[in-house]
C-alpha cells in the first residue's frame, strides 16, 4: 500500500497532467474553425467596464473596436447602461449603443466613408452552475434605427446567446464556448450566427483578460463568413 505522501504527489500529478491535455486540446481545437471561412481575420477588441452603485445595481460600459484583415478601421461601438439583478437566476438590463462603421467599396475596398447609428438593447440574463461547468444565457433585444436618419438600416433584433464555461482544477485559465443567434424581426428569420470559442484568465478578483476565436456565419448563401481574433478585457471597480 503506497504512503499517504506518494499517492498524494501521484494524484496530484495526474490532475496536472490532466489539466495540461484538457488546455491543450482545446487551443489546438481553435484553429480548426478557421476553415469554414475564407476571410482573412479580422480583430476584435472588446471591453467591459462596471461599477456597483447599490446593492444588486450596476452601471456598465462596454466599448469595442474591431478591425478588418488588413488591419483597416472596420467600426467601434460605445455601449452603456445599467444592469439590475432581480433574482439569483434573473438579471435584467437595458444600454445605449452607439456604433460608427467605416464603409468599402466590395471590388475595390476603396474607402467610402462612415455611418453612425444609434440603437437601444434591452437584455435578460440567467445562468446556473453545475459541478465545474456554468452555463448562462442571454436574450437580448435591440430597436431599429427608426429614430437615427443617418442610416438606413433600420432592422430590429432579438439575440439568442448561450455560453458553457468550464472551471479547470488547479488553473486560473477558464476554457469558454458560445452561441449566438441573431433574428432579425423584419425579414422573420435568423440572419446570423456567431460561435466563439476562447480561453478567459482571472488576474485578480477584478481583472480579467481573455482570447477568443469566433466563426461568424450567415444566412444568406453570397455571404461570406468572417474569422474573427479577439481580445477581452474586464475590470469592475
Partial sequence: ???????????????????????????????????????????????????????????????????????EMDSYILEGGLSYKLHKY???????????????????????????????AFDAKSGFELKRFALQVRVRYTNGSDFDQTTDDKASYFRYR???DYDVKGSKLVPFFSVEAFHDLILKDVDKIRYTAGLAYSINKNNEVGLFYRLQDYS???????????????LKF
Fill in 1 to 71: 500500500m503506497l504512503p499517504t505522501s506518494t499517492f498524494s504527489s501521484t494524484y496530484t500529478a495526474k490532475i496536472k497532467t490532466m489539466r495540461n491535455k484538457i488546455l491543450v486540446l482545446f487551443l489546438a481545437f481553435l484553429p480548426s474553425f478557421s476553415g469554414y471561412a475564407q476571410s482573412k481575420p479580422s480583430t476584435w477588441v472588446e471591453l467591459e467596464f462596471s461599477k456597483k452603485i447599490v446593492k444588486n445595481l450596476k452601471l456598465e460600459f462596454n466599448p469595442e473596436l474591431r478591425l478588418l484583415g488588413n488591419f
Fill in 162 to 164: 448561450a455560453k458553457l
Fill in 90 to 120: 434573473l438579471t435584467l438590463a437595458g444600454y445605449y449603443r452607439f456604433e460608427n462603421e467605416w464603409k468599402y467599396k466590395n471590388s475595390t475596398g476603396a474607402y467610402k466613408g462612415q455611418v453612425s447609428s444609434n440603437r437601444m
Fill in 220 to 234: 444568406e448563401a453570397d455571404k461570406e463568413s468572417m474569422n474573427i481574433i479577439g481580445i477581452g478585457y474586464s
